[in-house]
């Protein structure tokens, strides 16, 4: 898919980059529609872009892919004032005021624009620099990031803005898909350790929310496999827990060789194409390491691999414990608003929460730990301000028995259009109505939950 030259580059000294940690315990927020938008979170900011509004996703401009499809002429200076705007140091200030420790950054595979069709795949172009800017800014503030897979190549759910596209056709499934995600991921994994914008990555998930029938998934164990192999294949090719095999090299030079060890086909043209794309980012963001030869030195500290946990599908689904090679966290979505969980009443709601066993059932199958990856306030019914202050603490109850959890969203548009979305929706918000405390370790009521305990 690429070609690639080596150009002769100067001996320099490689400083990876010192890791943040991953908190002993996660209290999180997702910064849902900055890199990957979804237009019902900002309603009349998308149709001011030139998006439109329906019932039917796939059948109007309300996806990334749309728009651009739609506007290719200005969509990229449309996208860029939406990244600057969405998502700033002002929110990073709001960040660190309640406490927030980690924040989950939703990606397309588009960021890594090499790895575009751009003759049939239409996604804006810019959006790296903009997540390098968020990047230093969460690093300064001391906020962990996990680097989120949430939109993959061919699309990997049906008919979701999240994906990027809004269509029926997934086709993510297939080889050539699965192949773009691995180089995507071995892009991430090398910027994460020798770009110092990166300093705060300390984990990166493979996909959001893939079609839950395992059925409907062929090849998705084999590339979880894959998914962890490329990301400690990387790292050892950077010298990553001292593994390094050689005096100096160039990080693009390096990987290309360590794709040689590797057990899999898929695997190895993976990291081979990584190593052009690594080259042509270092020279448009002039990041040394990617460039010049180097003697590996500093601080190795490997990044935690991510999925979704192996209940989030059914049909004899395959366990991403099976993949893990160092360490490994794993992820869960749970939202009442959209049926399913319990009956659409207080009493089911908080009967339902307060007896939560994911955790431990998760730990049964080696999936922990464990974090609540999206989650909100969101119910089937019109919930009362006293509801939202219980239903608040039992869920941060719930999933503080895991290794924490992280909101959906931080925040999303307050206008007229968007009504009271806010309300139930927002981190932010729901700080300002109180429903959600100051500081995220504390709850209201810590023994919200004796009544309904079963």
């Known amino acids: 898919m690429f070609t690639f030259t ?8 490689l400083f990876l980059v010192g890791k943040a940690a991953l908190p002993e315990k996660i209290y999180g927020v997702n910064l849902g529609s900055w890199l990957v938008l979804e237009p019902w979170m900002l309603p009349e900011e998308w149709i001011e872009m030139g998006g439109q509004d329906c019932a039917d996703c796939s059948t109007c401009i309300r996806s ?29 200030k709001q960040l660190v005021e309640n406490g927030i420790n980690t924040v989950r950054i939703p990606l397309g595979y588009w960021i890594v624009e ?35 897979h949430h939109a993959l190549p061919g699309v990997q759910s049906p008919n979701q803005m999240f994906t990027g596209r809004c269509t029926a056709d ?20 090398a910027l994460s350790h020798v770009d110092p914008d990166f300093a705060s990555v300390v984990a990166i998930e493979a996909v959001n929310e893939p079609i839950m029938d395992a059925n409907l998934t ?19 090719a950077l010298g990553v827990n001292g593994r390094f095999k050689r005096d100096d090299t160039n990080v693009t ?29 270092g020279v448009e963001f002039s990041i040394d390491s990617l ?6 030195e500093g601080s190795y500290t490997p990044l935690f691999t991510s999925f979704m946990d192996i209940n989030w599908q059914h049909n004899d689904p395959p366990n991403p414990n099976d993949a893990k090679i160092g360490p490994q966290l794993y992820d869960n979505h749970l939202y009442y608003n959209f049926g399913g969980v319990a009956d659409p009443n207080e009493e089911a709601y908080m009967k339902s929460i307060c007896n939560l066993k994911r955790v431990q059932n998760d730990a049964a199958l080696g999936n922990s730990p464990l974090v609540f990856g999206e989650w909100g306030l969101p119910t089937q019914f019109n919930a009362t301000d006293e509801f939202l202050f219980k239903w608040a603490d039992a869920q941060k109850l719930a999933y ?6 992280i909101f959906w969203n931080f925040k999303v548009e307050i206008s007229e259009t968007a009504g009271d979305l806010a309300r139930q929706w927002s981190y932010f918000k729901g700080v300002d109505e109180g429903y959600l405390t100051r500081d995220p370790a504390e709850v209201h009521d810590p023994h919200v939950c004796d009544p309904y305990m079963e």
């Open 6 to 13: 080596l150009s002769v580059c100067l001996l320099s000294t």
């Open 64 to 92: 990334e892919f749309d728009l651009v499809r739609s506007f290719p002429k200005t969509a990229d200076a449309t996208f860029a004032k939406h990244w600057e705007s969405w998502f700033n140091e002002a929110d990073v």
């Open 114 to 148: 090499p790895l575009v069709k751009r003759s049939e795949e239409f996604y804006p172009v810019g959006g790296l620099a903009h997540l390098k800017r968020g990047l230093r800014q969460l690093a300064h503030a001391g906020i962990a990031v996990i680097l989120d």
């Open 170 to 189: 997934v086709e993510f499934y297939t080889d050539f898909n699965y192949l773009r995600a691995l180089s995507w991921t071995a892009v991430m994994t």
């Open 218 to 236: 062929p090849g998705y164990g084999r590339f979880q496999k894959n998914f962890v192999q490329v990301v400690r294949a990387v790292e050892a």
């Open 253 to 281: 030079a390096a990987i290309i060789e360590a794709a040689s060890d590797a057990s899999d086909d898929m695997l190895r043209e993976a990291m081979l194409e990584t190593g052009p794309i690594l080259l042509q980012l």
């Open 291 to 296: 460039t010049k030869s180097f003697k590996p």
């Open 400 to 405: 503080s028995k895991g290794a924490g959890w």
